[in-house]
């Protein structure tokens, strides 16, 4: 089955700087990929996805990159903002076909 | 309904007693899913059902764990004779097709 390895597990930036979240996953065969942020005590929300049928994908200062590959999926943040912090977790698919696997998670903490 | 729903918001239960989660799904969503999320940790896949499709129960931890989808819509996770191991935040999930996931806001399930 699919196996997703997500690092850091903890990142800290100054507000303005970019911050960088990667992915790798095992099953070759998996074709959907997204990105979830979880605030404290709050349910995961789904902030961009990206399929394997392209490369790169923006959504005003978030970005994923998918090297298919080598199989592995990064998410940008730029220019950092208080609100960024939280717990960011990747996960991948064979959509509509398997359930997402995801990595265990990234706590971004943007300092002021 | 607008999102996805799901009852009670906590539970505290003793150890050796069953507890019945409950999850309702936004109208329409061929597709539910149920995650556990212990302290600080990722997301744990345990069951998902599709459309009328046999459910995929590989997540399932032990055979104390099922769960049902009654009419393509409300879900029931249930857990007999729970033990501490099982608190968690259980979290369900819907989808249509693929894409990506909405989730609820989670049962907190604390064993004693």
């Known amino acids: 089955g699919e196996n997703v390895e997500q690092h850091p597990s903890t990142l800290s930036v100054q507000e303005g700087d970019s911050a960088v979240i990667k992915c790798t996953y095992s099953d070759s065969a998996s074709n959907y990929f997204p990105w979830y942020k979880q605030e404290l005590g709050k349910r995961p929300q789904l902030i961009i996805d990206?399929?394997?049928?392209?490369g790169e994908k923006k959504d005003q200062r978030i970005a994923v990159t998918l090297n298919k590959t080598a199989k592995h999926f990064s998410l940008h943040i730029t220019e950092t903002q208080p609100e960024d912090s939280a717990v960011y977790f990747c996960?991948?698919?064979?959509?509509?076909?398997?359930?997402?696997?995801f990595g265990k998670g990234t706590r971004l903490s943007v300092i002021a | 309904g607008a999102g996805v729903s799901q009852s009670p918001s906590n539970k505290v239960t003793e150890k050796g007693k069953d507890v019945e989660l409950r999850c309702d799904p936004i109208s329409g969503h061929t597709a539910l899913y149920w995650y556990r999320q212990s302290l600080g940790q990722g997301l744990e896949f345990l069951i998902y059902?599709?459309?009328?499709?046999?459910?995929?129960k590989s997540g399932l931890p032990s055979d104390r764990f099922s769960a049902e989808r009654t009419g393509g819509s409300v879900s029931t996770l249930t857990i007999q004779r729970t033990q501490q191991e099982d608190s968690a935040v259980y979290l369900c999930a819907s989808n249509d097709r693929g894409g990506g996931y909405t989730f609820g806001s989670g049962t907190r399930l604390t064993v004693v």
């Open positions: 990206i399929r394997s049928n392209v």
């Open positions: 059902f599709q459309g009328n499709s046999a459910p995929d």
């Open positions: 996960a991948a698919s064979r959509e509509g076909n398997t359930p997402l696997v």
